[in-house]
């Protein structure tokens, strides 16, 4: 496998990291946000397992190596999970001061900007430097939707 292929692969579990830790703390904010944010994710991964597929077949995997490998990343979301529950559960029953409330309100906003960034940082540039006025303009626009139904969530939580 090219090079290419294992950065995929890193850079794609620690995605799934904060993926997980997001759910994490989303279900200990209750079940309603939870779900929101389990259909948010599940929503976004779609697309980007088939991107991160097509990158490992063109780094020169197998598709059953593939699916494999894919499948392996898929447990950092688990991981993420796991930690983003432990540390709710540690500190709400180590002390009543609502600690608890605090890691959640800091992962939420943490794993968000995460995915803001990428998305201006590393989207952006390459929709203007590989499509014309109109179709940038497009996925302007689809990416400030996006942001705005970040918004709507969270204003409707």
């Known amino acids: 496998m090219a090079a290419s292929g ?7 579990a620690a995605h799934n990291f904060t993926d997980g830790l997001a759910l994490g703390a ?3 904010g209750g079940p309603g946000r939870g779900v929101l944010t389990a259909l948010t994710v599940l ?3 779609l697309p980007h397992e088939l991107g991160d597929m097509a990158l490992l077949l063109r780094a020169g995997c197998t598709k059953a190596q593939a699916m494999k ?5 898929a447990v950092a979301a688990l991981a993420g999970a796991s930690c983003s529950l ?3 559960g540690s500190s709400s029953s180590s002390s009543g001061t609502g600690i608890s409330s605090g890691i959640s309100s ?3 906003p943490f ?3 995460g995915f803001i960034y990428l998305g201006t940082v590393s989207v952006i540039p390459e929709i203007l430097r590989n499509s014309g006025p109109g179709p940038a303009l497009r996925q302007l626009l689809a990416l400030l939707a996006g942001l705005a139904m970040m918004l ?5 939580e």
Do not use: P, R, S
């Not at 294992?6 to 794609?12: E, H, S, T, V």
């Not at 490998?69 to 990343?73: K, R, S």
């Not at 709507?152 to 409707?156: E, G, S």
């Open 26 to 28: 989303a279900f200990w």
């Open 106 to 108: 800091g992962i939420l």
């Open 152 to 156: 709507l969530i969270a204003l409707w």
């Open 6 to 12: 294992y950065l995929n692969l890193a850079a794609d």
């Open 69 to 73: 490998l894919q499948l392996v990343t």
């Open 111 to 113: 794993t968000a900007g």
């Open 43 to 45: 929503l976004h991964e």
């Open 86 to 88: 432990l540390a709710e």
